[in-house]
């Protein structure tokens, strides 16, 4: 047998890179670590310069309390801080670092200058080192604040430094972290460089909103709401976009908790689901959200970086983020903004049931469209103060019904805008608030069926029937065996528009793709998706005057009525003077 390793302390030098390998990835994690030193420190003004990316050089000053000369050895010391001292503290902390390890595992793979002053000392000091050995400490005349400066990262480990990327992409990430981190700053002056040239500055404001707008810029102004609420010594803060503004990835969701900007799971997947039906699947909304709790409800001892936090009651954490937020989002009353063609913003409709009514008068009898215009002062568009940001309601039923375009499309004419409503969308909302509500009331309408159908399940269906038979038997199907794989359908949901048979295997095939992973409130809103979906006015519908009017009246009164429930817009608004200067007549 081959002879055992024997143990052994590791040398000093090996173990410091080791540990400075868990804390430092990249340049953006020097930043990081940097800026949250001086953040502690109390500094209301840092400005950070980087050269090539952080591979060459970051310097990062400030004008916070400073380091006493005699302590500037301790402070590149590993566990040497002034933050916390017993392991109570630990339960109590406020300050971003704690650990005590930054500036030593900087200092190990680096070549890193320290310059620092306390107002009320005579001198400042300045303490070098290279590869976490120091090499001078000496008195300086330096102003009061701190002043580091980090040169050839990595430099001592050739194979980290290797996988870092180019300068260019390298800054990016610091500049994209220096930007969210300047969202809960309001108060502090940042500047950011990049080679000797100024890349962003954002000076001090006591307006959280307008450090808000100056980071995030035109895809945020106008287009944002805000909430906050207090509970039990605890404070939730949060900007977010309306539902018809949305992005392709989460980069606009940032959550800040005491300050400190952190990921979580519990958060993002409250977030996601109280837009829900709200906005278009695999689109997120833009959210900024602070939360202020005591330290002893989390614990932040959890991952070198500290970005992810563990917390004590996540399940209350994530029902209070996700009530207030829907609660907000589902409550608000369909507003309309009447914007420029050019924005090409959405606005918001809502809901219809077309009635088949075989008498009514064909959507193209010219009597009745005279009829119709012979009322036009009567049928404008009226708007009333809103109680949101948003200018005024929109009345769906107050507007003047134009005609269809391709049977798809309805056109409305308001007193200063042309509105164009997707009948398919619009109606597919109606239904969903309409199933939903049955579903929760336990009044969902079923159609007995004279003859009952037949359906012949595959093996994995006929799974799924069993796993979520309760489930399917409340979204109105009455479901029962006939041999073999045969089931019959006696009843289906009273709004059906197609074949029952269709119906149960889209319903059936959708819970196969949701699986065990969904929740079940989750899964019944993707059904009464499905339902709706397959029981809404289609696309090449002609629809009469008759249901046009009754589908505008619903609109009125649907909640959720700025999109399907699938997330697409159910009407847009052009500006009358928009399509005047789009034909030079203005």
């Not at 300050?95 to 005590?100: A, E, I, M, N, P």
């Amino acid at each position: 047998m081959p002879n055992s390793p024997r143990i052994q302390r590791l040398d000093s030098r090996v173990a410091d890179k080791i540990a400075a390998g868990e804390v430092i990835l990249n340049p953006a994690s020097v930043v990081k670590e940097l800026v949250e030193n001086a953040l502690d420190a109390g500094a209301t003004d840092i400005g950070v310069d980087v050269h090539a990316g952080g591979l060459q050089a970051i310097e990062v000053r400030d004008n916070g309390s400073g380091i006493h000369y005699d302590d500037l050895p301790l402070a590149v010391e590993r566990h040497a801080t002034s933050k916390i001292a017993a392991t109570g503290d630990l339960e109590k902390i406020r300050t971003l670092g704690f650990r005590g390890e930054a500036l030593p595992s900087i200092a190990a793979v680096s070549r890193l200058t320290l310059e620092s002053a306390v107002a009320t000392s005579e001198h400042g000091g300045r303490i070098e080192l290279q590869a976490g050995r120091i090499i001078e400490h000496t008195a300086a005349g330096v102003p009061s604040g701190s002043c580091v400066r980090v040169e050839d990262l990595f430099y001592s480990l050739p194979a980290r430094r290797k996988f870092l990327k180019s300068p260019t992409y390298e800054f990016q990430r610091i500049h994209r972290w220096l930007k969210r981190m300047a969202l809960a700053l309001p108060q502090v002056t940042l500047r950011i460089a990049h080679n000797g040239r100024q890349q962003s500055f954002y000076p001090a404001t006591s307006s959280q909103q307008q450090r808000l707008f100056a980071v995030l810029g035109s895809l945020w102004k106008g287009k944002t709401e805000e909430l906050w609420e207090e509970r039990h010594g605890a404070s939730i803060h949060i900007f977010f976009t309306r539902p018809e503004i949305s992005f392709a990835t989460t980069a606009q969701q940032v959550c800040f908790l005491n300050g400190r900007m952190i990921s979580d799971r519990t958060i993002k997947h409250a977030l996601s689901e109280a837009y829900r039906t709200l906005t278009m699947e695999r689109r997120h909304p833009g959210v900024v959200l602070f939360l202020e709790m005591d330290p002893a409800q989390f614990d932040v001892n959890v991952h070198p970086s500290k970005e992810e936090v563990r917390f004590k009651e996540t399940q209350t954490l994530y029902k209070w983020i996700f009530h207030l937020l829907r609660n907000h989002l589902v409550g608000s009353k369909v507003v309309l903004p009447l914007h420029s063609l050019e924005k090409t913003d959405v606005a918001p409709p809502s809901s219809y049931r077309p009635m088949r009514v075989a008498e009514a008068v064909p959507w193209t009898n010219q009597s009745s469209t005279q009829e119709l215009n012979s009322r036009a002062d009567q049928q404008r568009m009226s708007f009333v103060a809103g109680t949101t940001v948003r200018e005024g309601a929109l009345r769906f039923s107050a507007l003047q019904p134009i005609g269809q375009y391709h049977a798809s499309y309805i056109l409305c004419e308001a007193n200063d805008a042309l509105v164009l409503i997707d009948q398919h969308a619009a109606h597919e909302r109606v239904l969903f608030e309409r199933l939903r509500k049955q579903l929760f009331d336990d009044k969902l309408e079923r159609q007995v069926l004279l003859q009952p159908l037949t359906v012949q399940l595959e093996t994995q269906d006929e799974q799924t029937l069993k796993q979520y038979a309760e489930l399917i038997d409340n979204c109105g199907f009455d479901v029962e065996p006939f041999g073999g794989q045969s089931y019959l359908i006696r009843t289906v949901p009273a709004y059906a528009k197609i074949d029952g048979v269709q119906l149960l295997q889209e319903v059936l095939k959708e819970l196969a793709e949701q699986g065990s992973s969904s929740t079940l409130e989750h899964m019944q809103d993707r059904l009464l998706q499905t339902m709706a979906c397959h029981s809404a006015v289609r696309f090449h519908d002609s629809l009469s005057l008759a249901e046009i009017k009754l589908l505008l009246k619903e609109l009125d009164e649907t909640d959720n009525a700025t999109n399907c429930p699938h997330g697409r817009p159910t009407f847009l608004i052009f500006r009358d003077s928009a399509l005047k200067r789009m034909f030079h007549r203005i």
